[in-house]
C-alpha cells in the first residue's frame, strides 16, 4: 500500500504537540491526589523487596521492576506525589508518542499515526493510572518501545537497536507477564522478514536468526531474571528456588481475584465488554475529610470502535500488508486469553491492549475517508468529538468529579453497601 505522507517537520511538530498536552493531563493536579490504597502498597512493597527481598504481600504475585523503580525514584525525588509516581508518569508520557511512531510504521499513513497519538493522549483510563504509582502503564510503554526498536532494526540493520529491543522487552516483561505476547509476536515478525529477505545465503540466514533469537529470547529473560537480585541476595535463595516462586506466582495471576472484595462490585471486570460498552477502573481515597474518586472511562468514540475496524480489516485480509497482518496478530494474541481467561481482569489490564486497538482504529478512519471528498470536515467533526467526550472523562479520571454534573456516573461505581 502506498504511503501517506505528511512533511517531517509537520508531523513530528504534531507529535511533540500532543505529547505536550498528554503531560499537561497527566501532570495537572497531580499533587492533589492522595496515595490510593493500591500506592501506599507499592510503596511499602517496593522498601521491603529493595532492603529485605521480600516479595510483599498485595501484589506478591507480579513480576518486581515496580519495586526497583518505585524505591529508586523515592530516593532520589523524595516520598511525595512526584517522586514516588515518577515512573508512571515518565512511562504514562513517553507512551504517547510511541504511539505514533510505531502506527506509523505499521499503518503507513502519518496521519493515522497522528490520530493514534491523539486517542493515546486523551485516553481517560490512561490518564488515571499515569497518575498512580502502579504499574499498569509499564507495558504500553514497554512494548510499544520494544516493537519501535524492532521494526527500527528491520529498516536500518543496526544489531544495536535488536539488543536495546531485546533489554526493553525484558524490563516490560519485569513489570507484567502480558509483554511476552507481543514480545513473541515480534520476535515471529522478525524471524518472517529475514526468512523471505533476499540475497542471504543460508549461512548468512541462520546466522541472522540465531542472533535473534539470543537477543528476542535469551536476553529478555535474562533481564527478567536480574530484577530478582534482591531476592536472590538478600533472601540466599537460587535458580532452582527461583523458578519454584515463578510457578506459584503464574498460578495465583490464573486465579486472582483481588484482594479487596468491594472492589470487585465496582469495577469492570469482564474483558469481553472492553470495546463493547464503555467501561472504567475506580479507585476510592481520602483527601483530608473530602472523598475523591478517580475513575478512569473508556472513551465510546474510540473504543467501541475497535471490534468494527478489527472487523474491517479481517475482511480485506487477503489485501493486506504484512503490516496491518501483524497488528490483527498483536490484538487478537493480546486480547484474546483476557476474554478466554477465568480470572478477573479489570479494564486497567487493557490497557496492554488499547494500543494495538488505537491503532487499528485510527488505521481504518483514515482508509475510508482516504478517497472522500469532504476528508477533512469528517475528521474534523469526529476529533471534535472525541474531544468533547475526553473532557468530562479527564475530570473524573483527576478526581474532579466528585459533587458536580458528573455524581450520577460515580454513582454506578459506589459499592452496594452504601447505595
Not at 501484589?59 to 525525588?77: E, Q
Request: glycine content about 6%.
Amino acid at each position: 500500500m502506498k504511503e501517506e505522507k505528511i512533511a517531517p517537520r509537520l508531523f513530528f511538530a504534531i507529535l511533540s504537540f500532543l505529547t505536550i498536552i498528554g503531560a499537561v493531563l497527566r501532570i495537572y493536579w497531580l499533587a492533589d491526589t492522595q496515595p490510593t490504597g493500591d500506592e501506599y502498597y507499592t510503596i511499602a512493597e517496593a522498601f521491603d523487596y529493595m532492603v529485605r527481598g521480600h516479595y510483599g504481600l498485595e501484589m506478591w504475585h507480579h513480576p518486581k521492576l515496580r519495586n526497583i523503580l518505585v524505591f529508586l525514584a523515592i530516593k532520589f525525588f523524595g516520598t511525595n506525589a512526584e517522586g514516588f509516581r515518577l515512573a508512571s508518569i515518565v512511562f504514562g508520557i513517553l507512551t504517547i508518542p510511541l504511539t505514533g511512531l510505531v502506527a506509523k510504521r505499521l499503518t503507513r499513513s502519518d496521519a493515522a499515526a497522528l490520530l493514534a497519538t491523539l486517542f493515546m493522549t486523551l485516553d481517560a483510563i490512561h490518564i488515571e493510572l499515569s497518575r498512580q504509582a502502579i504499574q499498569e502503564v509499564y507495558m504500553p510503554f514497554f512494548l510499544l518501545l520494544g516493537i519501535y526498536l524492532a521494526l527500527r532494526y528491520k529498516e536500518h540493520h543496526n544489531d544495536i537497536l535488536l539488543v536495546l529491543s531485546g533489554v526493553v522487552f525484558g524490563l516490560g516483561l519485569a513489570s507484567k507477564w502480558n509483554v511476552a505476547i507481543p514480545l513473541i509476536l515480534t520476535l515471529m515478525f522478525l524471524a518472517y522478514l529475514i526468512l523471505k529477505q533476499g540475497g542471504l545465503t543460508a549461512f548468512e540466514r541462520s546466522t541472522e536468526l540465531l542472533f535473534l533469537f539470543a537477543t528476542m529470547a535469551v536476553l529478555p529473560l535474562t533481564v527478567y531474571i536480574l530484577t530478582y537480585y534482591p531476592w536472590l541476595i538478600h533472601r540466599g535463595y537460587d535458580l532452582g528456588e527461583w523458578f519454584t516462586t515463578q510457578k506459584i506466582m503464574f498460578a495465583e495471576n490464573l486465579v486472582h481475584q483481588g484482594a479487596n472484595p468491594e472492589m470487585l462490585q465496582v469495577q469492570d471486570h469482564t474483558p469481553l465488554l472492553w470495546f463493547v460498552r464503555p467501561v472504567g477502573f475506580a479507585d476510592f481515597l481520602m483527601n483530608g475529610n473530602e472523598p475523591v474518586v478517580v475513575l478512569g472511562v473508556s472513551n465510546p468514540f474510540v473504543w467501541l470502535l475497535t471490534l468494527p475496524a478489527i472487523g474491517y480489516l479481517m475482511l480485506q485480509v487477503r489485501k493486506l500488508d504484512r503490516q496491518h497482518l501483524f497488528i490483527l496478530a498483536l490484538f487478537w494474541c493480546s486480547y484474546l486469553p483476557f476474554v478466554l481467561s477465568r480470572r478477573l481482569t479489570g479494564a486497567n489490564t487493557a490497557l496492554t491492549v488499547t494500543p494495538f486497538a488505537f491503532i487499528a482504529v485510527a488505521s481504518v478512519i483514515m482508509k475510508l475517508l482516504k478517497e472522500k471528498p469532504h476528508r477533512n470536515y469528517y475528521v474534523s467533526v469526529y476529533i471534535s468529538l472525541v474531544f468533547l467526550t475526553a473532557l468530562p472523562l479527564y475530570l473524573l479520571a483527576v478526581g474532579k468529579g466528585y459533587g458536580t454534573i458528573l455524581q450520577p456516573i460515580l454513582e454506578l461505581y459506589r459499592p452496594m453497601h452504601e447505595r
